[in-house]
C-alpha cells in the first residue's frame, strides 16, 4: 500500500483575525475622553473596546495622554486646580499639602510651579511627566489627620486642611521658607479660616508648638 503525504496550508485555513475600531467605539471612546475627568484606558477595555481604538485615536491627535492610563481630548474643559486633579488620580494615595494646599485654600501670595503631595515614607516614588511633582514624605497620623475630600473636574482629590497645612508649613520652614509660613499664618487667622484648638491640634501632630509659640502669641496678644 502506497501511502501518500498531502502537505496542508495551516495559513490559509487560518485567516488573521485583526482588530479594526469600528465607528461606534471611537465614538465612544471620544465621548467618554470629553468629560472633566477624562477617561481611563482601564475603563474602555471594561466596555469591551480594543486598545487600539485608542492608540489610532492618540497617533490622531484627537486624544492626550495626561497621566499614565489617562486620556482627554484637547479641547476638555479645564479648571485652576487641572494639575492638582491629575496629580490626584495618577497618585491616590497621596495628599495635596503645603504651597499647593495654600493655593487650593487661597491663602497667601505663592504660585508654585510644582504640584506638592505627601505620600507615605516607605511608598514608591511616582512617575509623573504632568504635573511635575514635589514630594514629600510623611508618615503616621501625619499623614493620615486633616485630610478634606474635594471634587475637582470629577475627580475625588485628598487636600490638607488650613489648620493641618499651616502646622506643616511650619514644620518644613526649611523648604519653604519661614516667611512664606508665617505670611500663610497671619492671613488665615485675620480672615477666621480657624481656631485655635484646631491649629493647636495639628501643632502637636506635628510636633511643632514650641516652633509656633512665640509667633502665636505676638499675633494674638
Known amino acids: 500500500m502506497t501511502v501518500v503525504w498531502q502537505s496542508v496550508d495551516r495559513t490559509a485555513q487560518q485567516p488573521t483575525i485583526r482588530h479594526m475600531p ?8 471620544l465621548r467618554l475622553a470629553r468629560r472633566r475627568q477624562g477617561v481611563r484606558s482601564r475603563e474602555l477595555a471594561e466596555q469591551g473596546i480594543h486598545r487600539q481604538v485608542l492608540s489610532r485615536l492618540v497617533a490622531a491627535g484627537e486624544l492626550e495622554r495626561v ?6 481630548t ?26 499647593s494646599a495654600l493655593r487650593f485654600h487661597g491663602i497667601g501670595t505663592q504660585l508654585p510651579s510644582q504640584v506638592w503631595i505627601a ?5 514608591r516614588r511616582p ?12 508618615t503616621g497620623t501625619a499623614l493620615s489627620e486633616g485630610v478634606g475630600l474635594h471634587r475637582l473636574e470629577g475627580r475625588t482629590v485628598r487636600v490638607y486642611g488650613i489648620a493641618k497645612t499651616l502646622a506643616d508649613c511650619f514644620k518644613y520652614r526649611h523648604k519653604i521658607g519661614l516667611d512664606v509660613a508665617l505670611e500663610a499664618l497671619r492671613e488665615a487667622w485675620r480672615t477666621r ?8 491640634r495639628f501643632a502637636g501632630i506635628c ?6 509659640r512665640p509667633y502665636l502669641e505676638a499675633m494674638t496678644g
Open 67 to 72: 497621566a499614565r492610563g489617562l486620556y482627554r
Open 193 to 200: 479660616r480657624f481656631t485655635m484648638d484646631e491649629l493647636d
Open 119 to 123: 505620600i507615605d515614607r516607605r511608598a
Open 22 to 29: 469600528s465607528t461606534t467605539d471611537r465614538n465612544r471612546t
Open 127 to 138: 512617575a509623573l511627566k504632568y504635573p511635575p511633582l514635589r514630594v514629600v514624605r510623611f
Open 74 to 99: 484637547p479641547e476638555s474643559p479645564l479648571t485652576e486646580h487641572h494639575g492638582l486633579a491629575v496629580a490626584s488620580t495618577a497618585v491616590p494615595n497621596g495628599v495635596i499639602c503645603l504651597l
Open 207 to 212: 510636633r511643632v508648638r514650641r516652633v509656633m
